[in-house]
């Protein structure tokens, strides 16, 4: 017989893991971020001085432009082209599944390997440069110049990315009654027709979806500079989640490095919030 | 008479238990001893001098852990946290100038004044923040050259560069003439001290990287970057010079001699057309050295023994027996005067000789690193200023301003 009880039974293991290895730390981090704490000597409360000095200092609004940049150069790409994939490959014909697989190839590639092959592709004297080349173009100084990093460093996270949000929307095309496009072809719906009437509203929860997952990703982008640029050149590549890292395990500033982290969660609850907003009116 | 048997029982008894008691709190001596990447491959010869150590000091107990360098700042930082940091560590430079000024450390000049001068006066001083050394130096590496016998001959050159100048003219003659690189910049702030200019003055209150001098190099290096002698990816960091010689990209490569050999496993005919040679020195006469150093823990609860251990393990025996394992060095005065770092004079392997040569050089090695706690910030400033002067054209006396403001407000 069922009770409420046996759910929590079930549950508790996932529970006590979110509660030991993420919400009880991030309160102690948001305690952290109060105090002036190096490991190695007891933390002084300072109250909000970490919050009003990283607001004051020029580098965190420089780590949070590059950012932003990298998200708004990230995030448009990776919530509409997906959709377009997986529309060509939510068809079926013979080879069809190894189409889907190229495309989702990348992503089972670790982001280190990724970096280090980009890294090759992007050399003053790499592939590009020489493709470039030949038709009479370049070279670009894709990871040495302030205006070419974010993009470059952009590219390599769409190719990375493609795949895996084309899958979220593949399940959401294939959870769509087809009676729905049958009576659309009924009523002489064209391809294009079908897919702006019937795929895209009914694929509206996936979009949001993809939406705050890749924007929550673009935000907390770090591994791609850290091992493609580290942070350069001069900081044009630091991302806010990058200067986290230096502040805590290079400058052991625990509670400044803590401080900054919150500033981002509320960045992106923000945006997460004016998202969720905007799609439920357009669903009103 | 069963009283008498009594009190024997008794006594034996006591005298078992005050053993027992002695040989508890002579055991109770056990020191942690964190090392760096050294396992599995030197495992013979860390616990061999484990084994030697205890069998001398039958008290003390070394258990020994070998973290991974990349993640050893962190599990140091773990450890820190849990109030649980090792007796004796092995600490890169940087990191342990950090430690030292948070007080985490032993302080060298006063616990082992005794054995101050049996090391190198230069390398000592890479434990050295705010006029303080907080380690004992261990295994060294110095950076010499090696470079491309062909790629200079073809150049019309018949060896290495030995002076600055020579080696940016060389530079200018390979770019325009071969398309290849000779020097490179990728450590501003070690290139500073060998013409005299440091980033902060001796006694570690104030930026001292504003003088005529700097400017002159500023200014250079500027020219040198239009001409475009320095390669981007090198100075930004994005690419490894080890890699770029063995593509025959750069004539000569300053490192490390125990680096060489990857040369070989890269390109096995370039490493065939290599030799080594003494790295270009400097006015100041000096190259940087880098140092593993062995600290101990303010925490320790047995920092006596833990001394001792850091003392034994760095000694003229036990380093000379180390470098004869792998191509470093000893910190040790008396180790490397060992004839055995004389084997490579006339060897025509650029690895062999290299070591030799390393050896050669460390009557002119010293940590060029500044002796402050925030060095590695300091670090950047410096280097991110001249990337900002050959990248973006600003003006080298503005960013010499900027760095100098930069650092000082850092002291």
């Known amino acids: 017989m069922y009770r409420p009880s046996h759910a929590w039974l079930f549950m508790a293991p996932a529970l006590i893991i979110m509660l030991a290895f993420s919400i009880i730390p991030s309160f102690m981090a948001l305690g952290l971020s109060f105090t002036d704490y190096n490991v190695f000597q007891k933390a002084q409360w300072v109250g909000l001085d970490n919050y009003r000095t990283i607001l004051r200092t020029g580098e965190f609004w420089n780590v949070l432009r590059n950012t932003l940049s990298y998200w708004l150069l990230v995030t448009p790409v990776l919530v509409t082209v997906p959709v377009f994939v997986a529309a060509l490959v939510n068809r079926e014909m013979p080879g069809i599944k190894f189409y889907r697989l190229l495309f989702y190839f990348p992503v089972l590639v670790s982001v280190v390997i990724t970096a280090l092959i980009w890294g090759w592709m992007f050399q003053s004297n790499g592939i590009l440069n020489y493709l470039l080349g030949l038709i009479g173009l370049g070279p670009v100084r894709w990871l040495t110049r302030r205006t070419t990093v974010l993009p470059s460093l952009a590219l390599v996270t769409i190719w990375q990315g493609l795949g895996y949000y084309m899958l979220f929307y593949l399940a959401g095309m294939q959870s769509i009654s087809l009676d729905v496009y049958e009576a659309a072809e009924l009523d002489g719906a064209t391809n294009w027709k079908k897919h702006i009437y019937i795929t895209f509203p009914l694929l509206r929860p996936v979009i949001f979806f993809t939406t705050v997952i890749s924007t929550m990703a673009a935000l907390k982008e770090f591994t791609l ?4 640029t580290g942070g350069g050149p001069i900081g044009a590549s630091k991302t806010v989640v990058y200067l986290v890292f230096e502040e805590a395990f290079e400058n052991l500033e625990m509670g400044y490095a803590s401080a900054i982290s919150f500033l981002l969660f509320a960045v992106i609850l923000v945006l997460t919030i004016i998202n969720k907003t905007t799609l439920d009116k357009e669903q009103e | 008479m069963l009283r008498k048997k009594l009190s024997l029982i008794v006594l034996a008894l006591m005298l ?12 109770a001596t056990e020191i942690t001893f964190w090392t760096l990447s050294l396992s599995p491959t030197f495992d013979d010869y860390i616990n061999g001098v484990i084994a030697a150590f205890e069998a001398e000091n039958p008290g003390i107990k070394v258990n020994w852990q070998d973290i991974p360098h990349a993640v050893a700042e962190q599990r140091t930082l773990t450890a820190a946290a849990a109030n649980q940091l090792p007796d004796v560590m092995n600490l890169n430079t940087n990191f342990l100038k950090k430690l030292g000024a948070l007080g985490a450390l032993v302080d060298m000049d006063t616990a082992a004044a005794d054995v101050k001068d049996h090391y190198f006066p230069g390398i000592w001083k890479a434990g050295e923040v705010n006029g303080v050394t907080y380690a004992l130096p261990w295994y060294i590496t110095n950076s010499l050259m090696i470079y491309n016998k062909d790629l200079l001959a073809k150049a019309g050159f018949d060896g290495p560069p030995t002076t600055m100048e020579e080696s940016w003219e060389m530079s200018r003659v390979l770019y325009n003439k071969l398309g290849v690189y000779g020097n490179i910049i990728t450590s501003i702030h070690l290139q500073l001290p060998k013409e005299g200019v440091y980033l902060v003055s001796p006694d570690g209150k104030s930026a001292a990287i504003n003088t005529p001098k700097a400017l002159e190099m500023f200014r250079n290096y500027k020219k040198y970057y239009d001409e475009g002698l320095i390669p981007d990816e090198l100075l930004l960091g994005q690419a490894k010079g ?9 004539a000569w490569f300053v490192t490390g001699p125990q680096l060489f050999r990857q040369v070989l496993d890269m390109a096995p005919d370039v490493y065939h057309k290599s030799s080594a040679a003494f790295d270009v020195l400097g006015s100041e006469e000096v190259v940087n050295v880098a140092v593993m150093n062995i600290a101990v823990a303010s925490t320790s609860k047995n920092q006596d023994a833990a001394v001792k251990f850091a003392k034994f393990m760095t000694n003229a025996e036990n380093q000379l027996a180390f470098s004869k394992l792998t191509a470093i060095l000893p910190s040790v005065i008396e180790a490397a005067n060992d004839e055995y770092f004389t084997a490579g004079k006339d060897s025509t392997d650029a690895a062999e000789l290299g070591h030799y040569i390393a ?13 402050v706690e925030n060095v590695t910030r300091i670090n950047r400033i410096v280097n991110d200023e001249i990337k900002r002067v050959l990248l973006e054209d600003k003006d080298p006396a503005e960013a010499l301003r900027d760095a100098e403001r930069l650092i000082n407000e850092l002291l």
């Open chain 2, 359 to 371: 050896a050669q050089q460390l009557q002119y090695s010293t940590d060029l690193y500044a002796p």
């Open chain 1, 225 to 228: 500079m850290m091992t493609m």
């Open chain 2, 242 to 250: 080890i890699e770029w010689y063995a593509q025959e990209r750069i």
């Open chain 2, 16 to 27: 078992t238990l005050s053993f027992a008691f002695v040989g508890s709190v002579q055991a």
